[in-house]
């Protein structure tokens, strides 16, 4: 079984304009460089050699990062879709309740972080 040179938990993953595929979702870029976008349930969505990827840049709080897979272009956010309603609900008072939304568990790199650490893994 291969390793994950680069993995992010809590994707919002949405295909097409509006078909969202997961709202906490999972992206991986396995060992053998095989990008695999997950669904909430763990379940695989699409999955293409990285070399065979177009991965746009979106602007930060204006347009999401997108990835041309297998003739489809998913539009990908590196956190929840329950915390990014949170934020564009209510500012600095949503940023705090997103931030509370998160368990344990859950990945704690910013968003951030996660997006910067994709495009270093894509690039290399």
Same mark, same amino acid.
């Given at each position: 079984?291969? /390793?994950?040179?680069?993995?992010?938990?809590?994707?919002?993953?949405?295909?097409? +304009?509006? #078909?969202?595929?997961? $709202?906490? /979702?999972?992206?991986?870029? %396995?060992?053998?460089?095989?990008? $695999?976008?997950?669904?909430? %349930?763990?379940q695989t969505i699409?999955?293409?050699?990285?070399?065979?990827?177009?991965?746009? +840049?979106?602007? @930060?709080?204006? $347009?999401?990062?997108?990835?041309?897979?297998?003739?489809?272009?998913? +539009?990908?956010?590196?956190? @929840?879709?329950?915390?990014?309603?949170?934020?564009?609900?209510?500012?600095?008072? /949503?940023s705090a309740i997103? #931030?509370?939304?998160?368990?344990? /568990? %859950? %990945?704690?790199? $910013?968003? #951030?972080? +996660?997006?910067?650490?994709?495009?270093?893994?894509?690039?290399?």
């Amino acid at each position: 079984m291969a /390793g994950w040179l680069y993995q992010c938990a809590g994707m919002t993953i949405v295909r097409g +304009k509006m #078909k969202y595929e997961a $709202t906490d /979702g999972f992206l991986g870029i %396995d060992d053998n460089r095989v990008l $695999t976008l997950f669904g909430n %349930d763990g379940q695989t969505i699409v999955q293409a050699p990285l070399a065979s990827v177009k991965v746009k +840049k979106g602007l @930060p709080g204006f $347009t999401p990062d997108s990835v041309l897979m297998e003739g489809q272009r998913y +539009k990908i956010v590196f956190r @929840p879709m329950k915390q990014s309603m949170a934020i564009a609900a209510g500012g600095v008072i /949503g940023s705090a309740i997103a #931030k509370s939304m998160a368990g344990p /568990g %859950d %990945d704690q790199r $910013t968003m #951030k972080q +996660k997006r910067q650490q994709f495009f270093e893994v894509v690039a290399a």
